[in-house]
DNA sequence: CCTTGACCTCAAGCACACTTGAAGTAGCAG
DNA sequence: CTGCTACTTCAAGTGTGCTTGAGGTCAAGG
């Protein structure tokens, strides 16, 4: 179970890392493209991937998860070495400023998520009269329904 | 400050709702076309909004940020009325179909923030040897780094 | 009434993130 | 050495979510 693995070979062409990353071969061209990961070549020409790149495959994808475009996420990873894993230092320098983002966005979303919720949650059925979601009373419009949990952001910066 | 508010009119025309729901007058006719947001005509064929729709636009930027397509977004949207703000029994209707959507992002967002944060947080700047990052120790890549926080995920499925 | 700014339609264009297709080459198994 | 699959480049196409521009009309203040 050592001696004979095969698989995990020290450089990967490009249909292994799009295998094992789960991201088409076009794809991975693209993000080479793009200077999001390098390879070296054969001498027919065909591109061989350190397996470093598939942690930086894997970075990409949960970058856009947390919605960086790739421009983004070229940029953040600019800091972490291209053919080896990070060390402590570099990896927290680019871990803090993820940890922002990602907060920042389950904020978001719980924010959402409230005031989604609230209302509903909060038990009150007659729901013109919630303060918790009407504050200010100012809402001019008839009929009844949940009117500050999804409307009118004023946007006014 | 009750009586003469001729803001709010019942009927908003486009620019007026591109001023208060942020989004611009070609992206309100754009959502209009794909049958987000509806809207009557004045004798002159301009497009009035009724204030509900205010409602709607926002619902749209929220469904967008949780990660729904605009076309997501009319189907969800298709069970609120158009013209009038909803009972409490058709949001919650909605709004728990929501819920589930947006607990499931936060999910994602937190597990993502374990990975980015775990290692550099949990104090160990040994790296190689951190057990909770390196499960059954079968790394086999030379060099330091925290490999598990970002690498490799099998997609196996 | 007249001007002016906000509105109208329709077609085309753009940015992002890829995918597809054509035509040819590399590399490995037998 | 043959044959087959995986690879190569380059150009063009796709889907989503809009924006821009041309050419024209509406509606409200002076």
Redesign the pocket.
């Known amino acids: 179970m050592l001696a004979i693995m095969k698989e995990i070979p020290d450089r990967l062409?490009?249909?292994?890392?799009?295998a094992r990353s789960g991201?088409?071969?076009?794809?991975l061209?693209?993000?080479e493209e793009?200077g999001l990961i390098s390879?070296t070549?054969?001498?027919?020409?065909?591109?061989r991937y350190a397996r470093a790149t598939l942690r930086r495959v894997a970075f990409?994808r949960a970058a856009?998860q947390v919605g960086?475009?790739?421009?983004e996420a070229r940029e953040a990873m600019a800091r972490l070495p291209a053919d080896r894993a990070p060390n402590a230092r570099e990896w927290s320098r680019v871990a803090r400023r993820w940890e922002a983002r990602v907060e920042e966005r389950i904020a978001e979303l719980q924010r959402l998520k409230e005031r989604l919720g609230g209302c509903v949650g909060c038990g009150c059925l007659s729901l013109q009269k919630c303060r918790l979601y009407n504050p200010g009373d100012q809402v001019a419009e008839r009929g009844p329904g949940p009117r500050h949990l999804i409307e009118d952001v004023p946007l006014s910066s």
Chains 1, 2 share one sequence.
Not at 13 to 18: C, F, K
């Open positions: 062409t490009i249909g292994e890392l799009s991201m088409a071969a076009s794809a061209r693209y993000y793009l390879s070549r054969t001498a027919g020409g065909q591109r990409v856009q960086l475009s790739l421009d």
